[in-house]
């Protein structure tokens, strides 16, 4: 038998080479996608949940969920809602002047006229931190 008769499919074992590389690409960044577009989608919380955890054990001590209605309600608010709050980013440069910006003009973000309440008001929801204790959030 001729071999230059056999068919090229009898030849390969399966799909390879650059097909194989190409539909992994292409599944790869349509899973991408996808994850992306479900934090999108969930939109802004309105709720923040405080937990108290042992330090020895990890056990749930208090826990506390409130939504933001309760908070300005029972909580002090920091903020206006009026008044724009910056954040300088760092400022890279070998002259200590420019470097300190006194007039704060480089690397400027407006947060926006915010308002919320103390990270250290919503610990004493459940019983506060202890001195030297770790707060995360």
Known sequence: MNTSMIPMYAKQNG????????????????AALLLCAGGAAAGPTTNITV????????????????????????LPVQGDGVTHY????????????????R????????????????????????GGAAPGGMRSW
């Not at 539909?23 to 790869?28: I, K, N, Q």
């Not at 309440?117 to 919503?122: H, R």
């Open 51 to 74: 937990t108290k955890i042992a330090a020895d054990t990890g056990d749930v001590i208090a826990e506390k969920t409130v939504d933001y209605l309760w908070m300005q309600a029972n």
């Open 103 to 126: 007039n704060e003009t480089t690397n400027f973000k407006d947060h926006g006229a915010v308002m919320g309440t103390d990270i250290a008001d919503l610990c004493e929801l459940v």
């Open 15 to 30: 799909p390879s080479g650059p097909k194989i590389l190409c539909r992994l690409t292409v599944a790869v960044i349509v």
């Open 86 to 101: 910056y954040h300088q980013g760092p400022v890279f440069s070998d002259d200590k002047e420019v470097a300190w910006d």
